[in-house]
């Protein structure tokens, strides 16, 4: 696969969302970017609240601006705080460096990436990464 197509999108989008229910989480967000960093699909459950979508998209933009998943640049934002504050900067503060942004891959070849906002970091991160999956894709957390 050479690109992340909106079926594959919708496939781990369903998928997600449907840990979401399994795991009786707060409304969730999903975020679905290309590797160019465009959105592939939004959904948000019905009453998830202000910002999530906005949240969402931040931490799959991070991820791929960074190359990196964003619970790897929330270590990395602890670390080396200034350095993750000045590429926010750059990035007109759109990077959100919690877990919950999750790079899509197919082997090696970078597709996309995954952002979820709603519950917990820890339980956003395990939605993408289940999405990711049942993709038959490679879900890379950092």
Same mark, same amino acid.
């Given at each position: 696969m050479a690109e992340l197509t909106?079926?594959? #999108?919708?496939?781990?989008?369903?998928? +997600? &969302? /449907?840990?979401g229910v399994e795991k009786k989480l707060k409304p969730l967000v999903i975020t679905i970017l290309d590797a160019r960093g465009a959105v592939k699909v939004t959904a948000a459950q019905d009453g998830t609240s202000l910002m999530r979508?906005?949240? #969402?998209?931040?931490?799959?933009?991070? +991820? &791929? /601006?960074?190359g990196m998943g964003s619970r790897a640049l929330f270590q990395r934002a602890q670390e080396q705080a200034y350095f993750v504050s000045a590429v926010n900067?750059?990035?007109?503060?759109?990077?959100?460096?919690?877990?919950?942004?999750?790079?899509?891959?197919?082997?090696?070849?970078? &597709?996309?990436?995954v952002g979820v906002s709603g519950d917990t970091s820890d339980n956003d991160e395990i939605c993408a990464v289940a999405g990711i999956e049942a993709a038959g894709l490679k879900a890379n957390v950092g």
């Open positions: 909106l079926d594959v #999108a919708r496939k781990i989008l369903d998928a +997600a &969302l /449907a840990k979508a906005e949240i #969402a998209h931040g931490k799959a933009y991070g +991820a &791929l /601006a960074l900067t750059l990035a007109e503060g759109r990077l959100v460096p919690v877990p919950g942004g999750v790079l899509i891959q197919d082997g090696a070849t970078l &597709l996309g990436a």
